[in-house]
Antibody, heavy 126, light 107 residues
Framework: QVQLVQSGAEVKKPGASVNISCKAS????????MHWVRQAPGQGLEWMGL????????SYAQKFQGRVTMTRDMSTSTVYMEPSSLRSEDTAVYYC???????????????????WGQGTLVTVSS | DIQMTQSPSTLSASVGDRVTITCRAS??????LAWYQQKPGKAPKVLIYKASNLESGVPSRFSGSGSGTEFTLTISSLQPDDFATYYCQQYNSYPYTFGQGTKLEIK
């Protein structure tokens, strides 16, 4: 079955960066975008951006431009998301989420998310 | 960016009640709207896509309606497992945006 498995929780100091992984299985990795969504404690969901694993092209929400880098490793079907210059406000659960449709079944840019990874808690504290 | 506004923020209801959650978009999104259910410590789970289509495996007591800028999620008869937080999401255009959430509590 389709599965997204994320790396474990992290504790970082302000100013540091962190690398979160999301390993995909059960489908053709290069046929779907991968998105990242974050959720601060007790708050709502915030879309951060996406990566096209086939060619490595990324698109970030304006808020995260220059502060987040998304990459992929096709050999292991894994995407990575690296927020940098962490601040206390970056304390959140970070989710990877795959769109329902692949690039050829429907509109790749109009897609809901199914499935989601289990989430990775990043705590930023001095 | 398209702003999504959900109401109410909190809803207290009893098992067996019929409840409705509303989501308004700041501009037309046609029917490009999904509803998710989230339980504490878990990832969101899609219930409804394209405004009114029930995801496979989701109980038929959940339904969605609307188009353009106004959408609703209705639970026809609340069950104990339904007490959770619900989010709408527009996927008409990037950046995708979510409503702020509606927490459904037991009365």
């Amino acid at each position: 079955q389709v599965q997204l498995v994320q790396s474990g929780a992290e504790v970082k100091k302000p100013g540091a960066s962190v690398n979160i992984s999301c390993k995909a299985s059960g489908y053709t990795f290069t046929s779907y975008y991968m998105h990242w969504v974050r959720q601060a404690p007790g708050q709502g969901l915030e879309w951060m951006g996406l990566i096209n694993p086939s060619v490595g092209i990324t698109s970030y929400a304006q808020k995260f431009q220059g502060r987040v880098t998304m990459t992929r490793d096709m050999s292991t079907s894994t995407v990575y998301m690296e927020p940098s210059s962490l601040r206390s406000e970056d304390t959140a659960v970070y989710y990877c989420a795959r769109p329902y449709y692949d690039f050829w079944s429907g509109s790749p840019d109009r897609n809901w998310f199914d499935p989601w990874g289990q989430g990775t808690l990043v705590t930023v504290s001095s | 960016d398209i702003q999504m506004t959900q109401s109410p923020s909190t809803l207290s209801a009893s098992v067996g009640d019929r409840v409705t959650i509303t989501c308004r978009a700041s501009q037309s999104i046609s029917s490009w709207l999904a509803w998710y259910q989230q339980k504490p410590g878990k990832a969101p789970k899609v219930l409804i896509y394209k405004a009114s289509n029930l995801e496979s495996g989701v109980p038929s007591r959940f339904s969605g309606s609307g188009s353009g800028t106004e959408f609703t999620l209705t639970i026809s008869s609340l069950q104990p497992d339904d007490f959770a937080t619900y989010y709408c999401q527009q996927y008409n255009s990037y950046p995708y945006t979510f409503g702020q959430g509606t927490k459904l509590e037991i009365k």
